[in-house]
């Protein structure tokens, strides 16, 4: 949902996609800061996405925004002869249309996190922005009984909030801890297990694991 390329996250997965050749589009792809604060930045009611700049920077959007533009690339991925289209966000998105098949790690994430848990386990989430709570309490809910929030963001987060954040997690009992956005690194998931004690479950290599049994 951001700019290409995601050097971030495939430095992270590659091992697990070896011989696989992938092609990145991001929906922000030509556009510039200033357009993207003046016409994508979200508004009264809209639901707010964090992601990243192809400079590695933080710029915030409205997903109600990006839709079209996430569509776009959908069709242009079509037209590169891709076998299959992962979205790079944990966000809950609607179905694209797309002759191939796509895939959300939002509905990974709920299904793995689900098939860990016993009646009455409380999930742990973190996610980049406080101003993500309710969109984000809300899309947890409909999959677990009770969740947890912590806000750090992936790319101006800071080791001590991780550390601050699983103190209050722990505090908590949660039973896991998941990443909710893709800009969460390998470094950042080991970072918060060790701190945190707990399973810890993140977008990236839960969608780079799907992909390699879907092709290895």
Do not use: H
């Amino acid at each position: 949902i951001g700019q290409s390329p995601r050097t971030d996250v495939l430095s992270d997965i590659q091992e697990y996609l070896k011989g696989l050749e992938i092609v990145e589009a991001g929906a922000l792809d030509g556009l510039t800061r200033e357009y993207i604060e003046a016409n994508l930045a979200p508004q009264a009611g809209e639901t707010l996405l964090v992601t990243r700049m192809r400079d590695g920077s933080e710029v915030i959007i409205a997903e109600e925004r990006i839709l079209p533009l996430m569509q776009k690339r959908v069709g242009w991925l079509e037209e590169q002869g891709v076998e299959v289209i992962a979205v790079l966000c944990s966000g809950s998105f609607p179905e694209f249309e797309s002759r191939v098949p796509v895939i959300y790690p939002d509905r990974l994430l709920k299904s793995f996190v689900t098939s860990l848990l016993s009646k009455g386990e409380v999930v742990g989430v973190i996610a980049p922005a406080p101003e993500q709570r309710s969109y984000i309490e809300e899309k947890w809910l409909e999959a677990v009984e009770e969740v947890v929030l912590e806000f750090v963001s992936p790319y101006t987060g800071k080791k001590e909030e991780y550390v601050e954040a699983c103190k209050r997690l722990a505090e908590r009992k949660v039973k896991l801890v998941v990443l909710d956005c893709i800009g969460y690194s390998s470094q950042v998931k080991r970072l918060v297990r060790e701190a945190v004690r707990k399973p810890v479950i993140a977008t990236r290599t839960v969608l780079a694991a799907y992909l390699k049994e879907l092709f290895m």
